[in-house]
T-cell receptor, first 116, second 115 residues
């Protein structure tokens, strides 16, 4: 089954404790992206990757890191989480990047993170 | 300036009636794509419909249709014969042709279907 898998789905942590949210897709997609969703703000892009070893900042990258060592994986790293990073996080992927890409973005099920 | 504007934070519709969710966009690109996603209370993002800027016909997918008015830069979602299961958040999004594949989302409209 084609899917984007995120883990963990739910996490409560404390300020400053490093954490990683994993994301894996099995569709051989080139493009992957992380979004955060907050009430009244919609989805805002954190980082994206157009291919292996190619990553770039989105609209709200502060406090996050990513890596793309393999095509299928795109982990989101919070080196020192703070309460303002409490949010619902989505990983997404699509077939290709660049130009007019008509392919839909496939989303993971979301990871709800609470930072105390 | 916002690239995607959804002016209706919340809407109600009676079951079996049609409803239109508004979306306007802002881009200087000639090539772009417009998407609608549904997010039920369970949280997952479900792709509904896509419209390309060069498509002459309005996109349709089952009970969903996209009322594309290019000159007005609007891409409203029309849901016909609303069902209780249509109650959800709906997001309009745009991918610009000159971008690197990124989807820009509006803030969403919460639709509630009344029995």
């Amino acid at each position: 089954e084609a899917q984007v898998t995120q883990n963990p789905r739910y996490l409560i942590t404390v300020t400053g404790k490093k954490l990683t949210v994993t994301c894996s897709q099995n569709m051989n997609h080139e493009y992957m992206s992380w979004y955060r969703q907050d009430p009244g703000l919609g989805l805002r892009q954190i980082y994206y990757s157009m291919n292996v070893e190619v990553t770039d900042k989105g609209d709200v990258p502060e406090g996050y890191k990513v890596s793309r060592k393999e095509k299928r994986n795109f982990p989101l790293i919070l080196e020192s989480p703070s309460p303002n990073q409490t949010s619902l996080y989505f990983c997404a992927s699509s077939l290709s990047a660049g130009g007019l890409n008509t392919g839909e973005l496939f989303f993971g099920e979301g990871s709800r993170l609470t930072v105390l | 300036a916002q690239k995607i504007t959804q002016t209706q934070p919340g809407m109600f519709v009676q079951e079996k009636e049609a409803v239109t969710l508004d979306c306007t966009y802002d881009t200087s690109d000639q090539s772009y794509g417009l998407f609608w996603y549904k997010q039920p209370s369970s949280g997952e993002m479900i792709f509904l419909i896509y419209q390309g800027s060069y498509d002459e016909q309005n996109a349709t997918e089952g009970r969903y249709s996209l009322n594309f008015q290019k000159a007005r830069k609007s891409a409203n979602l029309v849901i016909s014969a609303s069902q209780l299961g249509d109650s959800a958040m709906y997001f309009c999004a745009m991918r610009e042709g000159g971008s690197q594949g990124n989807l820009i989302f509006g803030k969403g409209t919460k639709l509630s279907v009344k029995p």
